[in-house]
T-cell receptor, first 118, second 111 residues
Framework: DGGITQSPKYLFRKEGQNVTLSCEQNLNHDAMYWYRQDPGQGLRLIYYSQIVNDFQKGDIAEGYSVSREKKESFPLTVTSAQKNPTAFYLC?????????????????FGPGTRLTVL | AQTVTQSQPEMSVQEAETVTLSCTYD???????LFWYKQPPSRQMILVIRQEAYKQQNATENRFSVNFQKAAKSFSLKISDSQLGDAAMYFC????????FGKGTRLHILP
């Protein structure tokens, strides 16, 4: 079955430690995304990557880092510089719907990781 | 800049009744996609329905349908014969060169 996996489902971290969240997809999608979700805030984009070895900052990139060494994988590191890291993190990948010469993306989501800083 | 607004933070509907969730967006583009995503208590985001802006016909998926008013930049979701499993957070999204989500509407189903 094709899909997106995120691990672990729950993650606990001590304050001051870096932690890496895993995201893997076997949908052969070029683009991948990381979102943060807080209560009442909807989804906020952290980083995205449209192709291997390239990525761009989203709206709330401070305190986070990513890498995209393989098409299938887009890990997110939450660093100690992130002031309020406790949140639900969603990874997504997208297919290019590609109509009329534009780039329209429909996103497919993983099950998410709940990060709690103790 | 494009924006997506969901003006109803929470809604409730009686089981088997019909409910409509509102969404408005702002864009200067003529070609784009609109989506409704569902996030149940499991927090897995699921695509409910997709509408292409160049199509005048409203999209339908079983009990879910949309009312797409391009001139008014409105994209509401109608759920017919509401079921307990429809209880979830619903997000409206707009996509042109990137995807933008609204803040969501939490839907409660009353037995």
């Amino acid at each position: 079955d094709g899909g997106i996996t995120q691990s672990p489902k729950y993650l606990f971290r001590k304050e001051g430690q870096n932690v890496t969240l895993s995201c893997e997809q076997n949908l052969n999608h070029d683009a991948m995304y990381w979102y943060r979700q807080d209560p009442g805030q909807g989804l906020r984009l952290i980083y995205y990557s449209q192709i291997v070895n390239d990525f761009q900052k989203g709206d709330i990139a401070e305190g986070y880092s990513v890498s995209r060494e393989k098409k299938e994988s887009f890990p997110l590191t939450v660093t100690s510089a992130q002031k309020n890291p406790t949140a639900f993190y969603l990874c997504a990948s997208s297919i290019d719907l590609g109509l009329a010469g534009g780039y329209y993306n429909e996103q497919f989501f993983g099950p998410g990781t709940r990060l709690t800083v103790l | 800049a494009q924006t997506v607004t969901q003006s109803q933070p929470e809604m409730s509907v009686q089981e088997a009744e019909t409910v409509t969730l509102s969404c408005t967006y702002d864009t200067s583009e003529s070609d784009y996609y609109l989506f409704w995503y569902k996030q149940p208590p499991s927090r897995q985001m699921i695509l409910v329905i997709r509408q292409e802006a160049y199509k005048q016909q409203n999209a339908t998926e079983n009990r879910f349908s949309v009312n797409f008013q391009k001139a008014a930049k409105s994209f509401s979701l109608k759920i017919s014969d509401s079921q307990l499993g429809d209880a979830a957070m619903y997000f409206c999204a707009y996509s042109n060169d990137k995807i933008i989500f609204g803040k969501g509407t939490r839907l409660h189903i009353l037995p």
